[in-house]
């Protein structure tokens, strides 16, 4: 019975959606031509309350159609938060209470007027309010008994099913025979002293999780325990400033403290525990974060009230700030009309408070023609001069405030002083159309032309060019105007906060020129053949045609001249050869076109390849002959594979027959002769057998029984041999045990001089304050003055690492040998990129691991950098790697990474170089300007915070002592930049060498001259004369504090590499330093780009001038 009613409601619905379907066949059908009608209708969506979504909505004929929108079937309010693009409706942070209805897309024809309606479509918001925890029973809560009954409420509210926990101090309360849990209530029978403590509710739907808004403390008295008389109470507080938690039992022995389960807590230097039992934090900061509970001990009994301790914090307000969106923070509002802007308030606890300030400087108040209403700065009714201005948006909470600013302007509208003129021109012409206005400037006005309503894609196209005047013409200017020119064109001003003002249409007429299309060519004739040749020319009247050989206009009988412009010949002749004139004529005159005809006769076999048979090692002659005008060329293949005759076997006789000197077996198989000339080509096949011969013997065969004659003095051979290495091997291990027992003992010796000249294997950390940065250099400047001494000491001759031909001496080579690494020593690697030498990995790295010599009981593992070596047939890549092995091995800086080590017991090699924990500065700089990166998603690392002036001095101050370092070993690094420097989470810069030119850093470099260089970093010296010095390190070096500054943006990101090459040889490239820079480190870096390397300071100097600045910025 439930299967056929199952069938029938199938049957039933699959007859409705027939219906519909047909229905609405026919009404597309019974539709006129250009009547509107939706392709795409807004749906229905789901989405969480203050995420976006997007109502989409488009309509047929496309042009020209004006969309609005309407809401339970009222016009849609202007707000920033509501966006109409393109028929599209976008919300940006949708509202429960201001989105919840019916949206309906009105489509209307401008043509006709004529409108329709979309279906409906509704949002369906989620959300979820905030948690509280309420005594439910009793009523109050002194009627809190032992052994009653205790009802809990968990008060929050939110759409669809919601899901409720419940939590006793930290932890979670799990039901029993005695506790139950009934949708958002907590119900305790027989309540006893064991669940007194502070209880949390937490609610979970669609939308997420409800964040606690007040938690409950339940107390329930009792003779034999200590009871609660001062709960302590959830703190915010300042980081850094004091925090207390005051607690107070009756009857208790004794009141304890923990921090997350963890204690009892005593005094130290970090917090204090006062004679009434209050906490006091004296500084709080991140890792005092958490619950502390208060334990009131009685005889064997405990009770536990817990707290929680949080840090106020407060993020900046950016541009992502405002609503709706600001390029460069420009509101614009047309005159007379309303502007709204909503500042969207920062992360920060706790939740800070928003408020407007005009360009005087007073607060806006929330009445008025220019006013806030709920965080939105309203302008009523813009007036020119009184409404424009800055504005700013102030967030404050008790970890402090910021701000952030929005310049208005109110705009006018365009007016057109003259449209442009009608214009008729000749084909290939130049032209020019022109008209005149007086509007706002960029970015508040943009004009552009339109063609037949369809507006010039760009600026300067290849035909043509638009030229924007400041007095207030734009020109559209033609080279040379071509047929597709042809139309109405219109100039269009387009002002902010208005309609758009376009010209009156002016016709642009182009005449056709005469011109052949397309014009003929020379062409070679098969003998006794009928082709025809076309002449084909347009122009702006008909054309006629007229052929000529060698200057006379009468032909022979078999050729014949047509009308249209064809040649026709009937059976082409020997003496139809010579110069052929096509002439075409009309009203505007004649042209004329020369082609040369040649009669050819295509090649013809004579003799045709046959099938032959053969004798292993006899000889054989494969025939082939043809003929034809010019005569053909004879070209053999075997088994239709080209070039597979070229043997001494293989002779191709004068008259085109394949002479085989001595036939193998394996010659057998298809022959083809192929016969060509310039009327074409022609081929035939015959086939070669071979019979195996009597006695015959080849020479690879013979070369294979000498092989087998030869082997039993091979065995002979290698069997003495072997006992002769075996006599070898002995000797070799007695040497080379006692090599082995000198070497150890020397090893041993080197690392105790080592260890003793203080050569350190972990990174140091260095604080981020200037100050600290300071006092650090002048400590290690005696101390890296002796460093260098000694690697001065150690370095193989003066060879620099930039050099292209240096030797290396056997001490080099025995230094490398030195830093040999084993890969077990390495875990696993994690791929970081690409560059020219291969893949870049970061792994742990851990000395000495699983050593039999290992002495020590503990090994730190240090973070390193993994550049491996595959491309080996580089001549110039090798060289190259070999130039970083030098640089790195012989420098020993706080500030320059160290080389750990060389892999070389299999291939590929790898290069082992110091890395931390932050890694490439490159990445932190993007990092730290990016607004999700601000709150760290990653527990284990600290957050890249916004670099302030004084930090990004302090890094640079860190590069230019490195970079001073190399340069005082006379090397030269050629690749200065962010993404070849390191950070770590102290803020310590080092100077590495990642260069990872293929990945991800491949748009930074370009191909230039065959190599790979970064251009944008470079001087002009380094690119077009491959001139690298210590000047040009300082030319780099000044754009490496611009990257700081401007957060890791690729400089001259507007030009492509082309034009920043061109504009360095012309000397046109022009750098300027930020405006936050200050104004002594600005100057500095002009100097550093001076075009004359004479002119640059060295390194001395820069690390002198920063340190002047430092001292200057930290007295400010």
């Known amino acids: 019975m439930q299967r056929h009613q199952r069938v029938r409601l199938v049957l039933t619905i699959g007859f409705l959606l027939g219906c519909r379907s047909s229905s609405s066949q026919e009404r597309l059908q019974q539709m006129q031509p250009g009547e509107l009608y939706f392709t795409v209708s807004p749906s229905d969506h789901q989405v969480v309350e203050g995420q976006s979504v997007t109502l989409r909505c488009e309509a047929e004929p496309g042009a020209p159609v004006r969309y609005s929108w309407k809401i339970d079937g009222q016009p849609l309010a202007p707000s920033p938060r509501r966006h109409p693009k393109s028929g599209n409706l976008l919300i940006s942070r949708v509202n429960r209470m201001l989105d919840s209805g019916s949206f309906v897309c009105v489509a209307t ?26 005594l439910q029973q009793p009523k109050l809560a002194p009627n809190i008994r032992a052994g009653g009954k205790v009802e809990l409420r968990c008060h929050v509210d939110g759409s669809g099913e919601l899901k409720y926990e419940w ?59 200590a009871t609660i008389k001062l709960v302590p109470q959830k703190a915010i507080v300042r980081r850094y400033e004091p925090a207390s938690f005051s607690c107070v039992f009756d009857n208790a022995d004794n009141v304890q403290w923990f921090f997350e389960d963890k204690g009892p807590i005593e005094s130290d230097d970090e917090r204090s525990i006062l004679d009434n039992g209050t906490l006091v934090v004296l500084k709080a900061e991140d890792r005092h974060k958490g619950y502390y509970a208060c334990h009131g001990l009685r005889a064997d009994t405990v009770q536990v009230y817990a707290a929680e301790l949080q840090i106020a914090y407060l993020y900046n307000l950016t541009s992502e700030s405002f609503e709706p969106p600001l390029e460069d923070r420009l509101a614009v509002v047309g005159e007379n009309q309303e502007l709204q802007v909503s500042c969207l308030a920062p992360g920060g606890l706790p939740t800070p408070k928003l408020f407007w300030r005009e360009p005087q400087g007073r607060i806006v ?30 967030a404050e909470n008790m970890a402090g405030a910021t701000q952030a600013t929005v310049r208005i302007v109110v705009s006018w509208p365009a007016e057109l002083k003259s449209s442009p003129k009608p214009v008729s021109v000749m084909e290939d012409e130049p032209a020019t159309l022109t008209c005149s206005f007086r509007a706002m400037e960029p970015p508040i006005t943009q004009v552009r032309w339109l063609r037949d309503g369809e507006a010039l894609l760009s600026k300067d196209g290849v035909r043509y060019r638009i030229v924007e005047e400041p007095a207030g013409n734009l020109s559209l200017i033609f080279k040379n105007v071509q047929l597709i020119d042809r139309g109405n064109y219109v100039c269009e001003i387009v002002t902010k906060g208005f309609s758009p003002v376009r010209s009156a249409p002016a016709a642009l007429s182009v005449e056709e020129k005469l011109k052949f299309s397309p014009e003929p060519v020379n062409r070679k004739l098969e003998l006794n053949s009928s082709p025809k040749i076309s002449c084909k020319a347009q122009g702006s009247t008909p054309v006629t045609f007229k052929w000529y050989k060698n200057g006379a206009d009468s032909f022979p009988k078999h050729v014949r001249d047509e009308l249209n412009g064809t040649l026709h010949f009937n059976g082409v002749l020997e003496e139809d050869k010579g110069n052929y004139t096509c002439v075409a004529s009309n009203s505007q005159g004649q042209i004329k076109h020369t082609i040369k005809i040649d009669v050819v006769i295509s090649p013809k076999f004579t003799i045709k390849p046959e099938n032959v048979t053969a004798i292993e090692g006899s000889s054989v002659l494969l025939h082939c002959a043809a003929e034809g005008d010019p005569k053909p060329a004879i070209q053999w293949d075997k088994d239709s594979r080209m070039n597979n005759l070229n043997g001494d076997r293989f002779e191709v006789m004068a008259n085109g027959s394949l002479h085989i000197k001595e036939v193998y077996l394996s010659d057998e198989g298809k022959y083809g002769c192929t016969a060509g000339n310039s009327a074409g080509l022609k081929r035939e096949e015959g086939h070669l057998s071979v019979r195996a011969g009597d006695g015959y013997r080849s020479d690879m065969e013979l070369d294979a029984a000498e092989d ?35 070497r150890k003992q020397r090893y041993i010796q080197e690392q105790t001089d080592g260890q003793e000249k203080g050569e350190a294997t972990e990174v140091q950390e260095e604080q981020c304050n200037l100050t600290e940065t300071t006092a650090s250099a002048k400590a290690n400047s005696s101390s890296g003055k002796k460093k260098e001494n000694r690697e001065s000491h150690k370095s193989d001759g003066t060879d620099t690492a930039h050099s292209q031909n240096s030797n ?28 020219e030498f291969g893949e870049v990995f970061s792994t742990k790295y851990r000395p000495h691991a699983g050593t039999a010599d290992e002495t020590t009981t503990t090994v730190k593992e240090t973070v390193v950098m993994v550049k491996t070596l595959t491309n080996t047939k580089d001549e110039n890549v090798l060289q190259e790697f070999k130039r970083h092995l030098d640089l790195l091995h012989k420098l020993n800086h706080e500030h320059v990474a160290r080389l750990i080590g060389l892999c070389r017991d299999e291939e590929p090699d790898y290069m082992i170089i110091e890395y931390t924990d932050w890694g490439d500065l490159k990445t932190f700089l993007l990092a730290s300007k990016s607004k999700e990166m601000a709150a760290s998603t990653d527990g284990g690392k600290p957050r890249a915070p916004q670099l302030t002036v004084a930090q990004i001095l302090s890094l640079a101050n860190q590069a230019a002592r490195g970079l001073k370092h190399i340069s005082d070993h006379r090397l030269v690094h050629k690749d200065v930049a962010a993404r070849n420097c390191l950070i770590s989470s102290a803020l310590h810069v080092k100077i590495s060498l990642s260069c990872m030119t293929k ?43 611009w990257e700081m500054f401007h957060q890791g943006e690729l400089p001259f990101k507007k030009l492509n590499d082309e034009s920043v090459l061109n504009q360095l040889k012309s ?47 930290s007295q400010v």
């Open 109 to 134: 024809n401008e043509k006709s007027g004529d409108s329709i309606e979309s279906s409906p479509a509704k949002i369906d918001i989620q959300w979820i309010s905030e948690a509280s925890v309420q």
């Open 167 to 225: 939590f006793r101090n930290t932890k979670s309360v799990a039901p029993n025979d005695r506790v139950e849990m009934k949708r958002n209530l907590l119900l305790i029978q027989e309540a006893s002293p064991e669940d007194n403590g502070v209880y949390r509710c937490l609610a979970r739907n669609q939308a997420g999780a409800s964040p606690l808004a007040h938690s409950y403390p339940l107390i329930v008295p009792s003779n034999e325990t």
């Open 365 to 394: 108040s929330d009445t008025g023609p220019v006013r806030v209403q709920d965080d939105t700065l309203i302008v009523a009714k813009a007036r020119r001069n009184a409404d424009e201005g800055n504005y700013t948006c102030h």
């Open 708 to 742: 087998g004659s030869m082997m039993t003095k091979t065995v002979i051979i290698t069997l003495g041999a072997a006992a002769a290495y075996m006599v070898l091997v002995v000797g070799l291990m007695l040497y080379c045990r006692y090599r082995r027992r000198r």
């Open 808 to 835: 290396h001496s056997k001490k080099s080579k025995s230094s490398y040998d030195k830093l040999a690494v084993s890969r077990a020593h390495l875990q696993e690697l994690k791929p970081l990129g690409r560059g």
């Open 999 to 1041: 990945e991800p850093h491949q748009q930074e470099y370009t191909k230039h001259k065959n190599q790979i260089i970064p251009l944008r970093w470079l001087p002009k010296e380094a690119v077009f004369e491959d001139e690298y010095s210590t000047k040009s390190d300082v030319y780099s070096y000044s754009c490496l504090v």
């Open 1067 to 1113: 000397q046109t490239l022009s750098w300027s330093a930020h405006k936050a820079a200050p104004p002594a480190l600005q100057e500095l870096q002009t100097q550093c780009w001076s075009y004359d390397p004479r002119e640059r300071p060295t390194f001395d100097e820069i690390v002198d001038k920063l340190q002047e600045i430092v001292v200057d910025c």
